[in-house]
């Protein structure tokens, strides 16, 4: 038993939409595929992942530096203890070896693609579902069939009217949602608050909404939208400010009694820690959205629990960040406050795949085994090119 | 005017040295040339960097989507106001435009190693070289001839006895230098202090000499290093834990009364910044060593001094990493502490230039235009061969 071949391919994700910060119109996701020798149904069993949605290429670091030295690791050194199936772990700490320490952007994003394809693999092997797996080994065996599911929506575009939004909105409901999520920070103040409204009036309860101004303000502006939005009561403000300015955290904390969210741009365990030791996060309501393949993969994941935990956060603050199989099977198997969902958008890397349902706001779990990007039809097809 | 071509190269960099840390073997470093249409001498003038050693190849992000924005500009938008040169700074956030927040070492060393070659090619169409550039933009016009620069030496090598140790710091002292470096935390306590005392015997005075653990040391470790080591007067303690483990760095602060170093492993400004706040480093007599070329080069140390100096850091606070060209024109014509230098080691990149003498401590400064990679012919013709 051993991986024949890592492979790597970064694909386009066309798209018109906008955040507060930047436009997404050139971003981009890299695929990695985890080859092994082990065959089922005449063919051999073939990790997948791909990278966070919205950062740059990770191509070269996995083609030029972590692939050859996990493919030059002796096949039993990566094997787990029973020899039946890969040790994620082991195979993390060999992807890891003589990189520096510090800087973990360098290279967390390729390592953590490349784990979570390992993960997908190691599912495969088994043949269950990896949500399954997960909960088997890390969450006392609680093996869920749905898991709370929100729609990461409220994008700006151009030419959007008020009605437009609520149009978007309405359909988010109807295709099974029942908590939504809109951007904040790309317009003044006053007319934010405005598109705020317009949502409320669709989607009712003020719980069941979020915003999210995507680091785009500074400590004064940051403040001022909390007060601004705080009467709404909203379910969370997420990403006030830049995701390593702990100050302004603090000050939006102390200034803003609803919940926060942040955390989807930090790239390890490291920054969590140091985001929660110093930001005045409060493990009674804020969200923690630490990005799987961004930060190291599940095997990066594992210490995120540790650490929030330590911290006094429970795993239902855990909404790991971007609306894909990767968080479904990650947020059902931790058993996790719930993942989020980007229907529509970010071509064929956004939704789940053809087996995901919404019913109240939950998606029902695929069944497949690994991840089960076999079963989405935008994404599989390049998923088999690059390894044909 | 415009800047007609960004072509980047990564060499590797054959060494046999160990730090405490990890081995050097495969270490490489990402060349950057930026062509000009700007003609002396009857060729086009071109500025050259390199990226920091001791981290992975940066090609990538340059030739992916870095130079892609830079030669998109148009070429007014990026002159100085009175139209005669480039203008660093403009040019730097061209580079940055649309890059996601977080996550610096995604590319603040494509973006730094760029930003350093703008700035040689700045300097060449002055006709000056480039410490007297920053000196008359930066420092009050208070151009150098010399600059204080010390060894980073004392490496762990196979079969390395305690004489050759001595060895190699005595031809140190022969060649010039008066302050040397060593690296501890690569054997057991005791024979790390050993190794110390015995080159303290060639150097005689304590205060010319500091160690670098290399971020190997726990809380714990680091303390009883610290505590061991105390005793010596050191000139300084370099890098005891991991570079973003701030409770640490403040637990040594509080248990090491001499002066601690760090921050070559930081990559941003932002990333100095948080460290100042929480690590506990005491501006009377702590040393900053950003890296320049990997923390969005000599732009971003703009805001690293102003960072320093905010938080009651003078300049001579302040020793950039890296024995190169870069560091020693950097520390001269901001007026920093000093520079390191890497007599011997790190091939083609290690060391200055041919103009470059050591007297009492002290290395002369280059006279060539710019950096004056063009006077080092270990390097240069790896350079001149990249852009033809």
């Given amino acids: 038993m051993r991986i024949t071949k890592i492979l790597e391919r970064t694909i386009p994700l066309a798209t018109n939409i906008s955040n507060s910060a930047r436009s997404l119109q050139d971003i981009r996701t890299t695929i990695v595929a985890v080859v092994s020798d082990v065959i089922r ?52 700490a060999v992807a890891m070896k003589n990189e520096k320490l510090g800087g973990d952007a360098e290279r967390s994003a390729a390592i953590g693609t490349l784990n979570i394809a390992v993960w997908d ?3 495969k092997i088994e043949e269950k579902p990896l949500h399954q797996v997960l909960a088997e080994r ?52 006053a007319e934010d608050c405005k598109r705020i409204e317009a949502v409320l009036k669709v ?32 379910r969370w403000y997420e990403e006030p400010c830049h995701p390593q300015d702990y100050e302004t955290y603090k000050a939006v904390a102390e200034a803003y009694a609803p919940p926060l969210a942040s955390c989807e741009n930090l ?28 930060a190291y993969g599940i095997s990066g994941y594992l210490r995120v629990i540790e650490i929030a935990q330590k911290h006094g956060f429970t795993r239902k603050s855990l909404f790991p960040h ?4 990767m968080g479904l099977h990650i947020a059902a198997g931790f058993g996790l406050g719930g993942c989020e969902s980007y229907p529509g958008v970010f071509g064929a890397a956004g939704g789940f795949n053809d087996e995901v ?5 939950y998606a029902i779990l695929p069944q497949s085994p690994g991840l089960g990007f076999e079963m989405k039809p935008e994404l599989f097809p390049m998923m088999r090119e690059m390894i044909s």
């Avoid at 051999?44 to 030059?72: D, K, M, N, T, W």
Wanted: aromatic fraction near 10%.
């Fill in 121 to 123: 693999l190691v599912a």
């Fill in 267 to 294: 790239f390890s365990p490291r920054e969590l820690e140091n985001f929660l030791l110093y930001s005045g996060f409060r493990s009674d309501r804020d969200i923690i959205q630490i990005d799987p393949p961004l």
């Fill in 203 to 234: 989607i009712g309860d003020s719980k069941s909404l979020a915003v999210d101004a995507n680091c785009i303000f500074d400590r004064q502006q940051a403040i001022a939208c909390g007060k601004a939005i705080a009467p709404f009561g909203l």
């Fill in 138 to 189: 890390f969450n006392g065996g609680d093996v869920q069939d749905r898991v709370f599911c929100y729609v990461g929506g409220g994008w700006y575009r151009p030419g959007q009217t008020t009605q437009d939004l609520q149009d978007e909105m309405r359909g988010h409901l109807a295709a099974g949602y029942s908590m939504l999520k809109m951007k904040v920070g790309g317009l003044a103040l």
């Fill in 357 to 361: 349902s919404l019913q109240n706001g």
């Fill in 322 to 325: 971007g609306g894909n199989l």
């Fill in 41 to 92: 149904g005449g063919k051999p069993l073939i990790g997948f992942a791909f990278s966070s949605i919205g950062r740059a290429s990770h191509s070269a670091p996995v083609r030029e530096r972590i692939a050859p030295r996990v493919l030059a690791a002796p096949p039993e050194s990566v094997f787990n203890a029973a020899g039946t199936n890969f040790d994620p772990d082991k195979l993390h």
